[in-house]
C-alpha cells in the first residue's frame, strides 16, 4: 500500500541521515580510535589514551535520534561524568570530556599505584582500574580492606580489618586514635604505618639492590628506557632528601610529577617548592624540560 512505502522510506531516509551523521563523526575522532561497533552503529566504543599513556575504552550508546537526545556512556572507570550535551553536540566532544575526566582521576591511580608498589596487596589480584579497593597484609595473619575514595584519593581511606580477634580490636583502636594524623600530602606507606603504630610488609619481589637506591616515588631504581624522557631515559636517582634523618632519594621527574599534584606546592620560576613526601621538611626541585 502506497501509504505503508511511504512511511518506509520516509524511516530510511531518516536512517540513512542518522548513518551519515555517525560516519562523519567516528572520522572526527578517528577510525583508528574505534575499537568496535554494534551493527547499526548504536553502540561505539572508543580507545582514549590518558596523559599517563593509559589505555581507556569508552563505551557510547547513540540515541536513534541522535544528536538530538544525548548518548549514554559507560567506562572501566570509578564513577562517570555528567554529559553535558546540546543538539550542536557531537561524539568528538562526548570523547574530549572523557578524556577531561581521566585527568581527573589521575592522582586516584596513582595512589593505587603507590599502594601496589609499596605493600602486600592480596586482593585484588589483577585490578580494573574502576576498583577502587584494596586489601593489604599487615601481618600476624591480619589484613587490611582498604577503600581510596575516587574524589579524594589522598585522604583518609574507609578501611575494614580482617583477621583474628585481638589484634584487629587493637588496630581498630589505633585507627580510631590516630585517624587524625592522616597528612594528605604523605605517601600512603607513611600514613598508613603512622596511623596503625607498625612498619608493614613489603613486596617480596622488591629486591634491594645495594648498588642502586630506588626511588622513594616509583620504587624503581632506574628510570624506563624511553625516548620521551630523553636524557633522563634509563637514569637513577638523581635527587636526595635535605633532611638527614630522611635522605630519601628520588629521580628528579618523579618528584616534580608528585609535587605538581600537592596543592600547597608553590613554583618560582622553573622551581618547585614543596615538602617531601616522607618527612615533609622542605624540598626543592627544578623542573626539567623533559617531556612527560
Ligand atoms: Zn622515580
Ligand atoms: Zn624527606
Redesign the pocket.
Given at each position: 500500500m502506497e501509504c505503508s512505502e511511504e512511511s518506509r522510506c520516509r524511516e530510511l531516509a531518516k536512517a540513512s541521515t542518522f548513518y551519515r551523521a555517525v560516519y562523519s563523526e567516528i572520522e572526527e575522532v578517528g577510525w583508528e580510535n574505534l575499537v568496535r561497533f554494534g551493527g547499526d552503529l548504536t553502540s561505539l566504543s572508543f580507545r582514549v589514551l590518558d596523559s599517563k599513556g593509559r589505555v581507556h575504552v569508552m563505551e557510547i550508546q547513540l540515541d536513534k535520534t541522535h544528536p538530538t537526545y544525548p548518548p549514554s556512556i559507560s567506562a572501566d572507570v570509578p564513577y562517570l561524568f555528567n554529559l553535558k550535551w546540546s543538539s550542536n553536540s557531537r561524539l568528538k566532544d562526548v570523547v574530549q570530556q572523557f578524556r577531561k575526566h581521566l585527568e581527573k582521576l589521575q592522582t586516584f591511580w596513582s595512589t593505587l599505584d603507590d599502594i601496589d608498589r609499596s605493600l602486600c596487596v592480596v586482593e585484588p589480584k589483577q585490578a580494573s582500574p574502576a576498583v577502587s579497593n584494596r586489601q593489604v597484609i599487615i601481618g600476624n595473619d591480619c589484613f587490611v580492606m582498604l577503600s581510596i575514595k575516587a574524589t579524594d584519593p589522598r585522604s583518609l581511606p574507609e578501611c575494614r580489618f580482617i583477621g583474628t580477634g585481638q589484634i584487629v580490636n587493637l588496630l581498630r583502636d589505633r585507627w580510631q586514635r590516630n585517624s587524625k594524623r592522616w597528612v594528605k600530602d604523605k605517601k600512603f606507606l607513611v600514613n598508613l604505618e603512622t596511623l596503625l603504630e607498625t612498619q608493614l610488609p613489603k613486596p617480596a619481589d622488591v629486591e634491594k639492590n645495594d648498588q642502586q637506591v630506588e626511588?622513594g616515588?616509583?620504587y624503581?631504581p632506574s628510570?624506563p628506557v624511553d625516548d620521551e624522557l630523553r636524557g633522563k631515559s634509563g637514569t637513577g636517582t638523581d635527587y636526595t632528601c635535605d633532611n638527614t634523618s630522611c635522605k630519601r632519594a628520588?629521580?628528579s621527574i618523579?618528584l616534580v610529577d608528585w609535587l605538581r599534584s600537592i596543592t600547597t606546592t608553590r613554583q618560582s620560576f622553573d622551581v618547585l617548592f614543596g615538602s617531601c613526601p616522607y618527612c615533609s621538611e622542605p624540598v626543592a626541585v627544578k623542573i626539567n624540560s623533559v617531556k612527560k
Open positions: 626511588c616515588i616509583c624503581a628510570l628520588f629521580h618523579c
